[in-house]
């Protein structure tokens, strides 16, 4: 079994989750993620999501957009509209999610594109307690070594 290169944390009380990524992020990774996330007990399809790419080295190809929104077309329903934010610090990464972006609307959600975690708190209009909550859990999760 390979090593897992993300964390997950899920606020039940605030109703948020939050994800950071390490290393070199490829398709598969994404999908054992889908798989992880929605196993989880806590897991709420109407939770809002952050997602932090900032330690990765890389975020899979184009190619591999398709491929990977079937996979989560099938494995996720999302009843009403749903935040999605991406924290990114490639080119690459902000292509990349671009690409997902442009599907949003079919997927019942509403993403956007930051460098940064402050803007995309802001956006999510996340209480001051929810986003030190969620700025402690990205702190202290540990970097990919690789």
């Keep these: 079994m390979t090593e897992e290169k993300f964390s997950i944390k899920i606020f039940r009380e605030s ?6 990524f390490y290393g070199k992020v490829v398709l598969s990774d994404m999908l054992h993620f889908t798989q ?10 109407g939770y809002p999501l952050i997602f932090d790419f900032r330690d ?3 975020i899979g190809y184009r190619i591999d957009v398709p491929e990977f929104l079937k996979y989560y077309q099938s494995k996720v329903t999302i009843p009403e509209k749903k935040k999605y934010g991406f924290i990114y610090s ?8 671009s690409i997902l972006k442009l599907s949003a609307p079919k997927l019942n959600l509403e993403i956007e594109l ?7 708190l802001d956006w999510m209009d996340s209480d001051p307690q929810v986003a030190s909550e ?6 202290s999760v540990r970097m990919y070594e690789s």
Aim: proline share 5%; charged share 20%.
């Design 15 to 20: 109703g948020y989750m939050a994800a950071k």
């Design 56 to 58: 990765c080295k890389a």
């Design 90 to 97: 490639t080119l690459n990464q902000k292509f990349i999610f």
């Design 114 to 120: 930051f460098d940064g975690l402050k803007s995309c």
């Design 134 to 139: 969620i700025e402690i859990f990205f702190k």
């Design 36 to 45: 992880t996330i929605i196993s989880m007990p806590d897991y709420s399809p």
